[in-house]
């Protein structure tokens, strides 16, 4: 009887130990997965952040494109020198009007989702006529409302002025 009782308790203390580290192996294996998650989210942030930037340098030379997505051939930067310098938000250039603002949302839209970026178009000289642009705002002055947000400086001409060129600044939601 002495023996019976002996080996029952072997066996309970047998039963707690493999207990105690299956119990350890699963806290480990969830903090390892969290970790892993973690370490997703962060590269996947890095990623965004990348793409920004290589969008924001090339932002001036992307072709315009109407509503039906056809590509008009003209490049951003030549949009926004109009802007600064007439200060006219519909041009002509022989294939119908083009709106500028709804050019501009349509193409930042597509590439940063809506309510993902602001640009403002800055007044360096008497001339030139601030814009401050977001996927549903026009205002003359600002900054983003959202954070956290990455900003790109970029330089285009003003065709009233050769030789001249003004400042912009596309600010990006990063986070």
Do not use: H
Not at 4 to 17: C, M, N
Not at 103 to 111: A, K, P, Q
Not at 117 to 144: C, D, I, M, Y
């Amino acid at each position: 009887m002495f023996c019976r009782k002996a080996q029952s308790s072997e066996f309970i203390g047998i039963a707690v130990l493999v207990a105690s580290i299956v119990l350890i192996a699963i806290f480990s294996r969830m903090e390892s997965a969290s970790s892993m998650v973690s370490r997703a989210e962060t590269i996947m942030r890095s990623m965004r952040i990348s793409g920004v930037a290589a969008t924001g340098f090339s932002l001036p030379y992307i072709t315009a494109k109407d509503k039906y997505g056809n590509s008009l051939g003209i490049p951003m930067e030549e949009l926004f020198g109009v802007y600064s310098c007439y200060g006219t938000e519909v041009v002509n250039y022989g294939n119908g009007d083009i709106n500028i603002s709804s050019v501009v949302r349509t193409s930042l839209d597509s590439i940063y989702e809506k309510e993902g970026w602001a640009l403002l178009l800055q007044n360096q000289s008497g001339n030139s006529k601030t814009l401050f642009l977001t996927s549903s705002v026009n205002s003359e002055s600002g900054s983003p409302a959202f954070s956290p947000y990455i900003s790109y400086d970029f330089r285009f001409p003003k065709p009233c002025m050769p030789g001249e060129n003004e400042a912009g600044v596309l600010f990006v939601v990063t986070g």
